[in-house]
């Protein structure tokens, strides 16, 4: 079984097999044709704000995770990236830049993020 993502009619599926509530995940997996921890990551990360798995919904927050998973440093505020701009323009290393962050009760970025940001020229 190969990894693929669960679409808008597998997930209608989904949702059917796990309101019948006789089946369990591992059926389920098999009726949709994927491997269980499929079923168990979808229904664990697409639950609605009323904690029950809706297929819209789902489909919803799945394309929301895909878009932004392209969109590199997005949560990175505008005051650790100045910290972070500093720190490389006094010489300072991604290891002790992070350290640096994080005494000063910024939001922690580990030094492999400020290696990937050196790397795509970001800062």
Known sequence: ??????????????????????????????????????????????????GCYLPDTAQAQSETRRKNAKQPFKNVSESALELVKKGLKDYHSPEQIAGRLKKAGQESLSHETIYQMIYQNYP
């Open 1 to 50: 079984m190969s990894r693929k993502h669960l679409n808008i009619e597998q997930r209608n599926l989904l949702y059917q097999l796990s309101q019948e509530g006789n089946l369990s995940q591992r059926q389920m997996a098999v009726w949709l044709g994927c491997h269980q921890s499929t079923i168990s990551r979808e229904l664990r990360r697409n639950q609605s704000s009323l």
